[in-house]
């Protein structure tokens, strides 16, 4: 088999997360070396196989591998056909060196939540302009990756607070143009970041980056409606360019901005 090679990786606007990177490699060994960040990999199709302080683990099905910083680990392909994943650098702000112990004991979580929400979490940093629904996601995974690393801290989560709820709504709808970070609204509303989304959630029923995606194309609607073309409609609703308002709209709606509006001249000519 001829070797394969694919590499992308950038660097996300989103605090907490040094680096995104995802690879394909049919042949390619990783020797022992460390990071000074966490390592949190998935692997969409093949397998890989590893050693982390001196013991061999693997990367089967629904498993998210989280390794330490400065512990010293390997890489290899398990299947002839090598692996591809996706891996999130994550800063110690994420998760603090208390945690490095337990992770070392056990670095592979098998469990498909967590496995399905770091995926969206990857899509979403892929996204320009999905910063709050990236930063929503990720207070989300590292509440539960704390959990799996401190079993006995489950089960003690706060009841939803309907207050600060109607708090990030109002902040969301005061913002609708230039957004807000998580961690300004957390900020603001004097509010752990992870309540604030859980609280947001609960009483609502509907993510806040969801909640305000879902404004601004309500916004966006009624312009194109208007007659505003696409790219002004973008810049007028809020969204970093128009391909994520396409995106977006297309998501929700089933059809381009662009589409929709050439539907409107038609029903109005009918």
């Known amino acids: 088999m001829v070797a394969r090679q694919e590499v992308s990786a950038w660097r996300p606007r989103v605090p907490g997360v040094v680096e995104v990177f995802h690879a394909h490699f049919t042949a390619h060994a990783y020797p022992m070396h460390v990071h000074d960040v966490w390592t949190l990999l998935i692997v969409d199709d093949g397998a890989v196989r590893y050693d982390l302080n001196r013991r061999e683990h ?10 330490p910083p400065q512990v010293p680990h390997n890489g290899s392909p398990a299947t002839p056909h090598g692996f591809r994943k996706r891996v999130l650098y994550l800063d110690l702000t994420q998760l603090d060196e208390s945690f490095i112990g337990a992770a070392v004991d056990g670095p592979d979580l098998v469990d498909p939540l967590l496995r399905r929400r770091v995926g969206q979490l990857h899509t979403a940093l892929a996204d320009r302009g999905g910063e709050l629904e990236a930063q929503s996601r990720l207070t989300l995974i ?3 990756l704390r959990t799996h690393l401190r079993p006995r801290s489950a ?3 706060r009841p939803a607070d309907p207050g600060l709820a109607h ?11 230039q957004g807000v970070t998580l961690d ?3 900020r603001l509303l004097h509010a752990h970041p992870t309540h604030l989304v859980r ?12 909640y305000l995606t879902a404004r601004r194309l309500d916004r966006a609607r009624r312009l194109l409606l208007d007659g505003l073309p696409p790219g002004e409609v973008a810049a007028a609703t809020g969204f970093y360019d128009q391909s994520h308002l396409n995106r977006s709209f297309k998501r929700l709606v089933g059809t381009t901005p662009g589409r929709f509006a050439r539907q409107r001249g038609g ?4």
């Open 167 to 177: 708090g990030l709504r109002e902040l969301l709808d005061a913002r609708l143009l």
């Open 199 to 210: 609280a947001f959630s609960g009483r609502f029923g509907i993510a806040p980056h969801q």
């Open 155 to 157: 089960g003690r989560e």
């Open 58 to 67: 693997g990367t089967p099905g629904d498993t998210v591998s989280l390794l």
């Open 142 to 144: 590292r509440e539960r």
């Open 267 to 270: 029903d109005a000519t009918r």
């Open 184 to 186: 300004e609204a957390a």
